[in-house]
């Protein structure tokens, strides 16, 4: 079966420009997660979102980070007014969320490269 | 504030050795733990993973080695083959939480 696809795979924006990246989660999952990496570090947590249940941005570094979710499908994160520390690949993740009383697996997408000059 | 550290940044290991691989942990509250391997331009895959009830756990080549009270836990990979050849991201959480904190990676490179 498909995937967690994202899109685009890489994407060059200018300081200042807003951008948006697109997750297309595994069907069936409802939980879905984006995560940032920064060259050389790790997957550092951005935003959960899991069913109808109120998403968890503690993980957003500021207010011009967000994202939505439509239902239990598409998720789009926009970052207005890019600044050249967003560089980093964007990676998203569904799960089933099964609460069945142990973490689910992730299951990740490529991720998208996001360049700002 | 990592809590999730892998101090080797890359590891060199000839076809057929084994490949040790390190993860260290601050919280204390963690107590689920996995691996995840990443190829060049794809996302991270699951690989293994180990409960804190345990202190071992084998899949195949792989096993995972958890040791509570220094807070470490290794990857074994007997023997090493071409194709291990990736990124190995540790990841720590705790049970039934969403939230999995990332070591930055360790790049592991088999030789012929």
């Known amino acids: 079966g498909a995937g967690v696809s994202q899109s685009p795979s890489n994407k060059v924006t200018e300081k200042g420009k807003d951008v948006e990246l697109r997750c297309d989660p595994i069907s069936g999952h409802t939980a879905l997660y984006w995560y940032r990496q920064r060259l050389g570090q790790g997957l550092e947590f951005l935003i959960y979102f899991q069913g109808n249940s109120a998403p968890d941005k503690s993980g957003l570094p500021s207010d011009r980070f967000s994202a939505e979710r439509t239902g239990e499908s598409v998720s789009t994160l926009t970052i207005q007014r890019t600044q050249q520390e967003d560089s980093a690949v964007y990676l998203c993740?569904?799960?089933?969320?099964?609460?069945?009383?142990?973490?689910?697996?992730?299951?990740f997408g490529p991720g998208t490269r996001l360049t700002v000059l | 504030d990592q809590q999730v550290k892998q101090n080797s940044p890359s590891l060199s290991v000839q076809e057929g050795r084994i490949s040790i691989l390190n993860c260290d942990y601050t919280n204390s509250m963690f107590d689920y733990f996995l691996w995840y391997k990443k190829y060049p331009a794809e996302g991270p895959t699951f690989l293994i993973s180990i409960s804190s009830i345990k202190d071992k756990n084998e899949d195949g080549r792989f096993t995972v080695f958890l040791n509570k009270s220094a807070k470490h836990l290794s990857l074994h990979i007997v023997p090493s083959q071409p194709g291990d050849s990736a990124v190995y991201f540790c990841?720590?959480?705790?049970?039934?939480?969403?939230?999995?904190?990332f070591g930055a990676g360790t790049t592991v490179t088999v030789r012929a």
């Open positions: 990841a720590a959480s705790r049970s039934n939480d969403y939230k999995l904190s």
């Open positions: 993740a569904s799960s089933l969320r099964s609460g069945r009383g142990f973490t689910d697996t992730q299951y």
